[in-house]
């Protein structure tokens, strides 16, 4: 946060640099924070700034040092059974420390977290404080302030998960501010996050009232949606929470009858460019083949960069695991889309057999949602215009399913489990799943996924559905919370440490006790949960006296 003070001397054009399909604004230079927010050109371009820090991987950071990506595309994955690292042991420890819960309180990787998502807060403040003020038309007035709480919300919902308690800041930080503002509790800091969410729901449009021009703004579904998986986080995570599984359920029940959203018909689209906001998507960050390779100029992303094969034209990282392959039921065609690589499909994806650096992966496969086309790849390697999924449909009805178990309304979740499970039987295989094609070929099902039924057991139930909703929802960043949530993780872990090896056969973390340097780090959430915490970086805790978490 130290490193956020700069802001306040740094006009609104300064400070806010688009990064989405509908940043098509100019910065107007010389503007204040008094007259900047009274014309709707600029307020639109303030709002697309608090979308830019979401979607910002390298580049300068808010003090001019250089911040790496803001990594909420990997924390669900690398720290639970779906994902290795990836790229060469060597490459970015600073990850690896995270993933076998060794991080030091200097890691650069939750500095680069910390620092972005409080510099999203205060984008988010300088909105809230003068929006309300301007002579904008009331509709747009209410949306961009709704689009700002969303935003607020999102961060605040991010920075719980991984460090709990953090200060929350009502307004534009102010020097007066600085070392001042205490800690707020994890349970306060889910709470204040609700709210920001329920704020938004409250003056967002529904998707379908946007046009084209503005989609991937944050929706009423979006913020609704957002509120549902904290809730659900929160009955696991939040010993003081007074959520109850009815609350989610209703929740879901509301965006669901809403008649925004359905299943995409062909699973293997969801994450091609035909699929970008298509019906199944609930939020998605846009991006735009750009020119510039770093943040804050640049306008696309290089997460396909980051994940793509160190054969072609990436750097490896984030491996699916032989785990999360083996997950899979024969022949579901779900798995041609959600991985690839030297030991899967004759090394094909997207038309082409590639080569691969085995050596230099810590799994044989690799992402394949986040893999382009050779036709599709930027001419700047790290601007890519593919967009980042961040919630989709079938999230809100897993959560939807989760909670009719709870209540004990088996039939209905037996029937939702169902309807994805249909959709993925009527799914073609990847789209260039063949070599010199780039179709989507006939998946060739056989009838390998059987109707299931759901038992009329809570625990049994349960299991059903998170297995489920693995393979279903792979690589999307979900997994280890669910296991956190349903205290599943420690015992992963135990399963991760007994059974992961390198490519050389070996066990790969022989030499680390990741339940007991994961368990000197946690805190009680509900019913007996472990909750683990990555440290508070060491210069915030000195700076501002927070107390560091425990194990650190």
């Given at each position: ?23 098509d ?24 700034g608090?979308?830019?820090v979401?979607?910002?991987?390298e ?9 790496t ?11 639970a ?20 819960w ?22 988010a ?20 302030i ?12 991010y ?11 009502d307004a ?7 070392g001042n ?30 046009g084209?021009d503005?989609m ?30 009815q609350?989610v ?50 306008t ?32 579901d ?21 590639y080569t ?62 169902e ?14 799943h ?10 060739g099902w ?38 956190v ?41 509900s ?20 107390a560091q978490?425990?194990?650190?």
């Open positions: 946060m130290k490193k956020l003070l700069y802001i306040i001397a740094i006009t609104m054009a300064g400070l806010f640099t688009g990064c989405s399909d509908f940043l604004v100019d910065p107007i230079a010389r503007e204040t924070e008094e007259n900047f927010f009274q014309t709707p050109d600029n307020a639109i371009l303030a709002i697309n608090i979308y830019d979401i979607g910002q991987s580049g300068a950071g808010p003090d001019g040092q250089w911040l990506h803001n990594y909420e595309f990997f924390f669900g994955d690398l720290l059974d779906d994902a290795e690292k990836g790229s060469k042991e060597a490459d970015l420890e600073p990850i690896q420390q995270l993933v076998e060794r991080a030091s309180t200097a890691n650069s990787v939750i500095e680069s977290v910390w620092i972005k998502c409080f510099d999203g807060v205060y984008r403040n300088i909105a809230l404080k003068w929006l309300p003020e301007s002579a904008l038309d009331t509709e747009l007035k209410e949306r961009l709704g689009e700002a709480y969303f935003l607020k919300g999102y961060f605040y919902f920075m719980v998960r991984v460090f709990g308690g953090v200060p929350l800041f534009p930080i102010s020097e007066a501010d600085f503002v205490p800690r707020a509790s994890y349970h306060e800091t889910f709470e204040y996050a609700a709210n920001l969410f329920k704020e938004a729901a409250a003056r967002l449009p529904l998707k379908s009232e946007y084209d503005n991937g703004r944050a929706t009423k579904g979006a913020a609704q949606g957002y509120l549902a998986r904290l809730y659900a986080y929160q009955l696991g995570m939040d010993a003081e929470a007074s959520v109850t599984p609350m359920y209703d929740l879901t029940g509301e965006i669901i009858a809403s008649g925004q959203y359905s299943l995409l018909n062909n699973y293997a689209q969801l994450f091609e460019i035909i699929g970008e906001n298509a019906s199944e998507s609930i939020f998605e960050l846009q991006m735009l083949e750009g020119n510039t390779e770093n943040a804050p100029q640049k696309g992303t290089n997460l396909n960069q980051f994940t793509g094969n160190r054969g072609d034209w990436g750097w490896g990282f984030q491996n699916p695991t032989e785990d999360l392959v083996a997950a899979f039921e024969d022949q065609p779900r798995l041609s889309s959600t991985v690839y690589g030297g030991d899967y499909n004759g090394g094909v994806v997207q038309g082409v057999a691969y650096k085995l050596d230099e992966q810590m799994t044989p496969y690799l992402n394949r949602k986040t893999a382009m086309a050779d036709s599709e790849k930027p001419a700047i390697t790290k601007s890519s215009p593919y967009n980042i999924r961040k919630m989709r449909y079938a999230e809100i009805l897993f959560l939807h399913a989760e909670m009719a178990i709870e209540l004990g309304m088996y039939g209905e979740a037996e029937d939702i489990i309807s994805i499970r249909a959709r993925a039987r009527t799914s073609t295989l990847a789209r260039g063949a070599e010199g094609s780039l179709t989507y070929p006939s998946s056989g009838g390998n996924l059987p109707f299931l039924g759901v038992p009329n057991d809570r625990d049994a139930a349960m299991d059903l559905l998170l297995a489920q909703k693995r393979v279903e929802m792979a690589n999307e960043s979900l997994r280890f919370w669910d296991l949530r349903h205290n599943k993780y420690l015992n992963m872990l135990d399963h991760k440490q007994a059974t992961f090896k390198n490519t050389e056969g070996d066990l790969r973390y022989e030499n680390v006790n990741l339940k007991s340097n994961c368990e000197s780090k946690t805190i009680s959430g019913n007996g949960v472990k909750v683990p915490l990555m440290p508070i970086p060491e210069s915030e805790v000195n700076d501002w006296g927070l978490n425990p194990g650190y």
